[in-house]
């Protein structure tokens, strides 16, 4: 695995498999939010205290490679690491199989902010950068 900003485990439940047993293609994105929600509350940061803000961050654009199925009962480790494109983060988010590293998905998620009905220039993002040290 390569260096990330941030890493979590998740383990596969058997609802979110399809007919042929393997990850329904959706819940991949799931478990990508799931993992930029935990990153953030891991810098103090909380979706629902930022709309009381005025302040709500927004997918923009969504782009995931599918490689390797997981299965009911793998566990499964989703990373990710940030890039501040101009007013946009972007996570590039990748999931591997935890028992033998195998990438099953890739993903690149670009992500705006809109401050009380206003998008705005990422200043939200620099700050949230500034916490992780990045």
């Given at each position: 695995m390569k260096e990330y900003d941030f890493k979590m485990t998740i383990?596969?439940?058997?609802?979110?498999c399809d007919l042929q047993g393997v990850v329904n293609n959706a819940n991949y994105q799931h478990y990508m939010?799931?993992?930029?929600?935990?990153?953030?509350?891991q810098l103090g940061e909380n979706f629902g205290s930022m709309h009381e803000k005025g302040i709500d961050a927004f997918v923009s654009r969504v782009d995931i490679q599918?490689?390797?199925?997981?299965?009911?009962?793998?566990?499964?480790?989703?990373?990710?690491?940030?890039?501040?494109?101009?007013?946009?983060?972007?996570?590039?988010?990748?999931?591997?199989?935890a028992s033998d590293g195998v990438l099953a998905a890739k993903g690149k998620i670009e992500t705006v902010v809109v401050e009380n009905g206003k998008l705005t220039r990422g200043e939200f993002w620099d700050d949230v950068l500034s916490k992780s040290n990045k």
């Open positions: 383990r596969v439940r058997d609802y979110e939010e799931h993992t930029r929600h935990q990153y953030l509350e599918y490689k390797t199925s997981l299965k009911s009962g793998d566990s499964c480790v989703s990373c990710l690491a940030l890039a501040k494109e101009g007013p946009k983060l972007v996570f590039y988010q990748d999931i591997y199989r």
